[in-house]
């Protein structure tokens, strides 16, 4: 199995970040700094140890879903105290969040120790379909809407195309469905800023064929069978040597 493989299915972090520990001497193996990309181990003989603490290789893999609320951020720890999605899952065994929902960003969010089917999921390249309900300030007019879809130039990279569908008007405002397969850091609301719409609320409703299933605000549970086989067969088209 290849180093940076091992790494990212033991939660250590994604592939790439695993290949940047690699590189900086900060991975032994069996003793020795392996510093060399491309690395192969055997997983059920050698010893891989991180900044010198053992790392074995997870077998028992968790799957978790959450309703994020908000006022939670999308990461194990915070340096400025705030409150985290881990805490709102207390398990024994570590797990991490599957991307991240911003802060005043609610909804669906996967947890997981399986960084192997992590690091699909979040390859940009996959383009997993992420499904967002979107409350914007005020109505949206067509050609926005229409400009919207194509795809817009945004920080100088343009968007990719996504779905948009008004699903009713709450007090003459847009509540939208939106479907994208990009991920950038506060994409959606950037979008509807470039054309003078602001979000009022964000709440991801779906990311791949894993929906919320009646979950309620700050409510966790374990995938099912049935979802978790869903899910690596929805990925299974981009598995890795």
Same mark, same amino acid.
């Given at each position: 199995?290849?180093?940076?493989?091992?790494?990212?299915?033991?939660?250590?972090?994604?592939?790439?970040?695993?290949?940047?520990?690699?590189?900086?001497?900060?991975?032994?193996?069996?003793?020795?700094?392996?510093?060399?990309?491309?690395?192969?181990?055997?997983?059920?003989?050698?010893?891989?140890?991180?900044?010198?603490?053992?790392?074995?290789?997870?077998?028992?893999?968790?799957?978790?879903?959450?309703?994020?609320?908000?006022?939670?951020?999308?990461?194990? +720890?915070?340096?400025?105290?705030?409150?985290?999605?881990?805490?709102?899952?207390?398990?024994?065994?570590?797990?991490?969040?599957?991307?991240?929902?911003?802060?005043?960003?609610?909804?669906?969010?996967?947890?997981?120790?399986?960084?192997?089917?992590?690091?699909?999921?979040?390859?940009?390249?996959?383009?997993?379909? +992420?499904?967002?309900?979107?409350?914007?300030?005020?109505?949206?007019?067509?050609?926005?809407?229409?400009?919207?879809?194509?795809?817009?130039?945004?920080?100088?990279?343009?968007?990719?195309?996504?779905?948009?569908?008004?699903?009713?008007?709450?007090?003459?405002?847009?509540?939208?469905?939106?479907?994208?397969?990009?991920?950038?850091?506060?994409?959606?609301?950037?979008?509807?800023?470039?054309?003078?719409?602001?979000?009022?609320?964000?709440?991801?409703?779906?990311?791949?064929?894993?929906?919320?299933?009646?979950?309620?605000?700050?409510?966790?549970?374990?995938?099912?069978?049935?979802?978790?086989?869903?899910?690596?067969?929805?990925?299974?088209?981009?598995?890795?040597?």
């Amino acid at each position: 199995m290849r180093l940076n493989k091992y790494l990212a299915s033991a939660g250590i972090a994604s592939r790439r970040k695993c290949d940047d520990l690699i590189t900086a001497g900060r991975i032994k193996v069996n003793g020795k700094i392996v510093s060399e990309l491309g690395s192969r181990i055997d997983e059920t003989a050698d010893e891989i140890r991180y900044d010198d603490r053992i790392i074995r290789f997870e077998k028992q893999y968790k799957y978790i879903l959450l309703n994020k609320p908000t006022g939670y951020v999308s990461t194990v +720890k915070d340096e400025f105290r705030r409150p985290t999605v881990v805490d709102l899952v207390p398990l024994e065994d570590r797990v991490f969040p599957v991307g991240r929902l911003d802060y005043d960003t609610s909804g669906l969010l996967l947890l997981t120790n399986d960084g192997q089917l992590t690091n699909l999921l979040l390859h940009p390249k996959y383009k997993v379909e +992420k499904i967002y309900h979107v409350l914007l300030d005020k109505l949206i007019k067509p050609v926005a809407r229409y400009h919207l879809e194509q795809g817009i130039e945004l920080e100088g990279q343009r968007t990719g195309p996504c779905k948009i569908e008004q699903i009713r008007v709450i007090d003459n405002c847009s509540l939208l469905e939106v479907r994208i397969r990009e991920g950038r850091n506060r994409q959606i609301r950037k979008m509807f800023d470039a054309y003078g719409y602001r979000v009022e609320s964000l709440d991801r409703i779906g990311f791949g064929p894993i929906t919320l299933s009646g979950l309620r605000r700050g409510e966790w549970r374990p995938l099912t069978r049935f979802e978790i086989e869903k899910l690596k067969e929805y990925m299974s088209r981009y598995d890795q040597d």
